[in-house]
């Protein structure tokens, strides 16, 4: 994989780097539950407070307001207006950086 380095020596690869954290989002309709992905140096409140109008969510399920299962996915663009509370289910997962250490 090509890597490139700044001026500084910081190093750039065209892989993103991002650590996996297992949540649980209630929107105004539904629950799901599965993998937000984030920068390692930014927090999950970063995310949900950036610009970006959705967040993406992996490998979850679909739940209704009686916690049963309605659907299963690989990927899901959650837009955050809908979004009424976020609880991070277990310790975030980090990933080895490219060229230096967690």
């Known amino acids: 994989m090509p890597a490139r380095y700044d001026k500084k020596g910081k190093y750039y690869t065209e892989k993103v780097t991002k650590d996996k954290i297992k949540v649980t989002i209630h929107t105004v309709v539904d629950k799901l539950s599965g993998y937000l992905h984030v920068q390692p140096d930014k927090r999950l409140k970063d995310d949900l407070n950036d610009s970006s109008g959705f967040l993406a969510l992996t490998d979850g399920i679909v739940l209704n307001p009686q916690s049963k299962e309605l659907g299963?996915?690989?990927?899901?663009?959650?837009?955050?207006?809908?979004?009424?509370?976020?609880?991070?289910?277990?310790?975030?997962?980090?990933?080895?950086?490219?060229?230096?250490?967690?």
């Not at 207006?81 to 609880?87: D, L, N």
């Not at 975030?92 to 060229?99: D, L």
């Open 72 to 102: 299963r996915f690989e990927f899901l663009a959650v837009n955050k207006e809908h979004i009424v509370w976020v609880i991070e289910e277990e310790d975030r997962e980090p990933r080895q950086t490219p060229g230096g250490k967690l």
